[in-house]
Antibody, heavy 128, light 109 residues
Framework: QVQLQESGPGLVKPSQTLSLTCTVS??????????WSWIRQPPGKGLEWIGY???????YYNPSLKSRVTISVDTSKNQFSLKLSSVTAADTAVYYC????????????????????WGQGTLVTVSS | SSELTQDPAVSVALGQTVRITCQGD??????ASWYQQKPGQAPVLVIY???NRPSGIPDRFSGSSSGNTASLTITGAQAEDEADYYC????????????FGGGTKLTVL
């Protein structure tokens, strides 16, 4: 069973770059038709998609964050990473990594897309 | 539009049935997926596709879709179902962007 675990600094200074890593266990990050994803949740608020990297290496980002986000994969370590530059207090949030699957299931009349599993999440606070 | 709209809060009496809805243009092309989130925990997938439950999710959870609206139904709500519920899909414009609903706080009375 695939499991994901986020790691990285819990405190980042304003204007600096937030860097997080997600370690995948129980399966290879380079096998399968998956989207390796980052999602965040500010305290007391809802979920916000940050972006994902497809198994092919293509990346897709939330337009509101695109200019500051980079997601990359290190297949040798079975990890993928998030970098968010020029952070402000508004970037304070719990950051989750997750695996996503998308496509059309047999017999379905619509496409599908879902996140499963999720990491436990890591709180990143932006403060001086 | 790439937005998904959910009611902020819904309540249900213990053992009764409750429906949580999610509206958005992308749902005409995508089935919604649904996540349950309890305080201090990561979201957990409860429904995906037309009406599929991951292993371990009770069969009192079910999903349905009509037009631009998706619904999550809990038949016989239990105290442990009290949580925030989020819907999610991908933008139907082909840009690969992902959208979440704002979430619904379910209270079991």
């Amino acid at each position: 069973q695939v499991q994901l675990q986020e790691s990285g600094p819990g405190l980042v200074k304003p204007s600096q770059t937030l860097s997080l890593t997600c370690t995948v266990s129980g399966g290879s990050i380079s096998s399968g038709d998956y989207y390796w994803s980052w999602i965040r949740q500010p305290p007391g608020k809802g979920l916000e998609w940050i972006g994902y990297i497809y198994y092919s290496g293509s990346t897709y980002y939330n337009p509101s964050l695109k200019s500051r986000v980079t997601i990359s994969v290190d297949t040798s370590k079975n990890q993928f990473s998030l970098k968010l530059s020029s952070v402000t207090a508004a970037d304070t949030a719990v950051y989750y990594c997750a695996r996503a699957i998308g496509g059309i299931l047999t017999g379905a009349d619509r496409s599908v897309f879902w996140f499963d599993p999720w990491g436990q999440g890591t709180l990143v606070t932006v403060s001086s | 539009s790439s937005e998904l709209t959910q009611d902020p809060a819904v309540s249900v009496a213990l053992g009764q049935t409750v429906r949580i809805t999610c509206q958005g243009d992308s749902l005409r092309s995508y089935y919604a997926s649904w996540y349950q989130q309890k305080p201090g925990q990561a979201p957990v997938l409860v429904i995906y596709g037309k009406n599929n439950r991951p292993s371990g999710i009770p069969d009192r959870f079910s999903g349905s879709s009509s037009g631009n609206t998706a619904s999550l139904t809990i038949t016989g709500a239990q105290a442990e179902d009290e949580a925030d519920y989020y819907c999610n899909s991908r933008d139907s414009s082909g840009n690969h962007h992902v959208v979440f609903g704002g979430g619904t706080k379910l209270t079991v009375l």
